[in-house]
């Protein structure tokens, strides 16, 4: 009940924030790059365990394998790597409000 929709709301919110920030390239927020490159290390490591689950729940002896350790492994570094890009971004935001700065500049126009 409840559990469910608070789940969907945070999926909902997290969906608007990676659309909202897809945007920008990597170049002008390094956070972003620590972020995706997260992701898609905990993307493999979540592979991983769901893998290794289906072979428990067929009855199967999963902890002699190397998978898990690597599976585990992935996951935190994946979660470690976008909570990296997360402080990133926030202490970026922070200085460069702080400083009244924007964060980019034009050299020159076409015009």
Do not use: H, N
């Not at 290390?41 to 729940?57: E, F, H, P, R, T």
């Not at 350790?69 to 570094?77: C, K, Q, Y």
């Amino acid at each position: 009940g409840s559990k469910r929709t608070v789940q969907v709301l945070l999926d909902i919110i997290t969906l608007a924030f990676m659309l909202k920030f897809a945007r920008k390239p990597f170049s002008m927020m390094p956070g972003r790059l620590f972020g995706f490159t997260g992701a898609i290390i905990s993307g493999i490591g979540s592979l991983g365990m769901v893998y290794l689950a289906i072979l428990k729940l067929l009855g199967q002896s999963i902890g002699d394998r190397p998978l898990l350790i690597a599976s585990v492994l992935m996951l935190v570094v994946g979660v470690q790597l976008i909570m990296t890009g997360l402080l990133g971004e926030l202490m970026m935001r922070v200085y460069f409000e702080a400083s009244g700065r924007k964060t980019y500049a034009v050299r020159q126009t076409a015009i």
